[in-house]
């Protein structure tokens, strides 16, 4: 049993003064407020905060960061630089890498992720030894990190989709696939969990699995299920064109939506779209720093949460990862198109970036302050130049990834003051990224 002391914590009913926290077995069994520290307990210092779940993550794409803004582009000239990237990863780099962004999460203030992974096999489509050797690296680098995992293993089948159809995978896209349906039910079958680590299965978007097959991945599993959806407006037209409706109908007609599943992006939504996702209970992640990077568009956030969504946050592609950024992306995003202030409480961008976080990735415990909740937590500095002066309740408007002082998975500290335990970072960063000859 260890007993934890804040002077401010974040819990169910809002921030309050004083807190101590029992954990015990990883696991929150008391938390007492308006107690004084006790000489046992260890003394935490700033703003405790229930654990914060990246809800997207694609882990290789944090080797392109900083390098595909010279020439302008579209998410898709963008993509063709990802493909690229996605060519020199094999088993050993990308546990290096995915280490190293695992750790730059937790530094972040992350202790939960959801990776959609569908960097299954080698770059000319060929099996691996082990067929889910990318995935085991995944396992293996968020133990390493510290950091909760579900791995959202993706089926990936088609190369787009056109007016006239789904063409087969190009060159790029080889390592995605795993041709049928029942070959990527089989490999998937394959994973186990671990303590750590759940697993869960993701459509990859309704132009890379057709519609026949959306229900046998949907009624693979009874745990997470996600799927990227129209975060371009391309995508919309091609699914109207070919199978004559949005593709969120083309999930819903399929049974793909529910409370089971969260939608990825949810950007160019019309009206029904947002009525199919509300009234089936699915949620929606929100990536706002990698939607801007990519120009991909402002999706109905609040619309969405009005209408009975729930949402969550993700950093996707990595181009900032900062669960603060993330939170204020949401509020600043739906401020630029409505022209008002205050869109979300902070009581609501909180709940996204954790609790809600946590449940669409299969750890509905995790998230919270509270007895019989997991034990992961972080401490926010109030004394940087950043923060110092704020509220409690709004330091997630003024803090940056770089304030987070302490994180804990499970009761056991991964982060202490600000440092990671596998040591300098940057230096793991740097280390990966040459073995991809990214250097």
């Known amino acids: 049993m260890t007993s934890y002391w804040s002077p401010q914590a974040w819990l169910p009913s809002g921030v309050t003064d004083r807190v101590r926290v029992t954990v015990v077995d990883g696991v929150i069994t008391e938390v007492a407020v308006g107690v004084p520290p006790a000489s046992s307990e260890v003394r935490l210092t700033g703003v405790l905060l229930p654990?914060?779940?990246?809800?997207?993550?694609?882990?290789?794409?944090?080797?392109?960061r900083g390098r595909t803004h010279g020439d302008g582009g579209t998410f898709w000239t963008w993509r063709q630089q990802m493909y690229a990237l996605a060519r020199r990863l094999d088993p050993d780099s990308y546990l290096h890498l995915a280490t190293a962004v695992y750790a730059e999460m937790a530094?972040?203030?992350?202790?939960?992720?959801?990776?959609?992974?569908?960097?299954?096999?080698?770059?000319?489509?060929?099996?691996?030894?082990?067929?889910?050797?990318?995935?085991?690296?995944?396992i293996e680098a968020a133990d390493r990190a510290?950091?909760?995992?579900?791995?959202?293993?993706?089926?990936?089948?088609?190369?787009?989709?056109?007016?006239?159809?789904?063409?087969?995978?190009?060159?790029?896209?080889?390592?995605?696939?795993?041709?049928?349906?029942?070959?990527w039910h089989d490999r998937w079958s394959r994973l186990r969990p671990t303590p750590k680590a759940r697993i869960g299965a993701a459509i990859h978007?309704?132009?890379?699995?057709?519609?026949?097959?959306?229900?046998?991945?949907?009624?693979?599993?009874?745990g997470p299920l996600h799927a990227h959806l129209s975060e371009q407006p391309a995508e919309n037209r091609a699914t109207q064109d070919f199978y004559g409706c949005s593709p969120t109908r083309l999930l819903a007609e399929h049974g793909v939506l529910g409370p089971r599943t969260t939608a990825i992006?949810?950007?160019?939504?019309?009206?029904?779209?947002?009525?199919?996702?509300?009234?089936?209970?699915?949620?929606c992640c929100l990536c706002p720093t990698t939607e801007r990077d990519l120009a991909d568009g402002i999706g109905p956030a609040l619309a969405l949460l009005d209408a009975g969504s729930p949402l969550t946050l993700g950093s996707d592609q990595h181009a900032v990862i900062d669960p603060f950024e993330e939170m204020r992306g949401l509020e600043l995003h739906e401020r630029l198109t409505?022209?008002?202030?205050?869109?979300?409480?902070?009581?609501?961008?909180?709940?996204?970036?954790?609790?809600?976080?946590?449940?669409?990735?299969?750890?509905?415990?995790?998230?919270?302050?509270?007895?019989?909740?997991?034990?992961?937590?972080?401490?926010?500095?109030?004394?940087?130049?950043?923060?110092?002066?704020?509220?409690?309740?709004?330091?997630?408007?003024?803090?940056?990834?770089?304030?987070?002082?302490?994180?804990?998975?499970?009761?056991?500290?991964?982060?202490?003051?600000?440092?990671?335990?596998?040591?300098?970072?940057?230096?793991?960063?740097?280390?990966?990224?040459?073995?991809?000859?990214?250097?």
């Not at 909760?148 to 293993?153: C, I, V």
């Not at 992006?265 to 949620?283: E, F, I, K, Y």
């Open 51 to 64: 654990g914060l779940a990246n809800g997207h993550s694609h882990a290789f794409h944090r080797g392109l």
């Open 107 to 138: 530094l972040a203030g992350y202790t939960a992720v959801g990776e959609f992974h569908y960097l299954h096999h080698d770059p000319n489509g060929h099996t691996y030894a082990d067929p889910n050797a990318m995935g085991h690296a995944l």
């Open 338 to 439: 409505s022209r008002q202030r205050g869109r979300f409480t902070p009581v609501q961008l909180m709940h996204a970036a954790s609790a809600a976080g946590y449940a669409s990735l299969g750890w509905p415990s995790g998230g919270t302050i509270a007895a019989g909740a997991l034990a992961d937590f972080v401490t926010v500095r109030t004394d940087s130049v950043r923060t110092v002066g704020s509220r409690p309740e709004q330091i997630a408007y003024a803090a940056s990834a770089v304030d987070i002082d302490q994180v804990f998975v499970g009761g056991v500290p991964i982060v202490r003051d600000g440092r990671h335990r596998l040591g300098p970072i940057a230096d793991l960063l740097r280390s990966a990224l040459s073995l991809l000859e990214m250097l």
């Open 146 to 183: 510290g950091l909760r995992l579900t791995l959202l293993d993706t089926c990936y089948l088609a190369g787009g989709l056109t007016a006239e159809g789904h063409p087969p995978l190009d060159r790029d896209q080889l390592r995605f696939g795993d041709s049928t349906v029942e070959r």
């Open 205 to 222: 978007s309704v132009r890379a699995v057709p519609a026949a097959d959306l229900a046998a991945v949907a009624g693979a599993t009874t």
């Open 265 to 283: 992006h949810a950007t160019h939504l019309t009206a029904d779209d947002v009525d199919l996702l509300s009234s089936s209970g699915t949620a």
